[in-house]
Nanobody, 124 residues
């Protein structure tokens, strides 16, 4: 049974930090990503972590608004994806979702077949 379980969300003050975790079970995926969705807005990719055919790990953050503040990382030994969010801004307030897929995937939410339930991050 495939599961993605997020944790670590909550409230934070602007300028503060939050670390999200996503524990995957039931399958070893090729691509893991964090998305976020604010009320009334589209779900957008925040960062992608993938495993190459050679077994190397690659990661990237996507929106310019989070570059330098957010870091995505993947611990393959624990099958856990992390999102370290620093220098938080009120605009980062959103539901954050973990997504994964067996194949190479990008920033399009339709690339992903597996999703977590989401964890809310509120910055004030």
């Amino acid at each position: 049974h495939v599961q993605l379980v997020e944790s670590g969300g909550g409230s934070a003050l602007a300028g503060g930090s939050v670390r999200l975790s996503c524990a995957a079970s039931g399958y070893t995926f090729n691509t893991y990503s964090w998305f976020r969705q604010a009320p009334g807005q589209e779900r957008e990719a925040v960062g992608i972590a993938s495993i190459t055919s050679a077994g190397d790990r690659r990661s990237t953050t996507i929106p310019d608004s989070v570059k330098g503040r957010f870091t995505i990382s993947l611990d393959t030994s624990k099958s856990t994806l992390y999102l370290q969010m620093n220098s938080l801004e009120p605009e980062d307030t959103a539901m954050y979702y973990c997504a994964a897929d067996r194949f190479s995937a990008g920033r399009n939410k339709y690339d992903y077949n597996y999703w977590g339930q989401g964890t809310q991050v509120t910055v004030s």
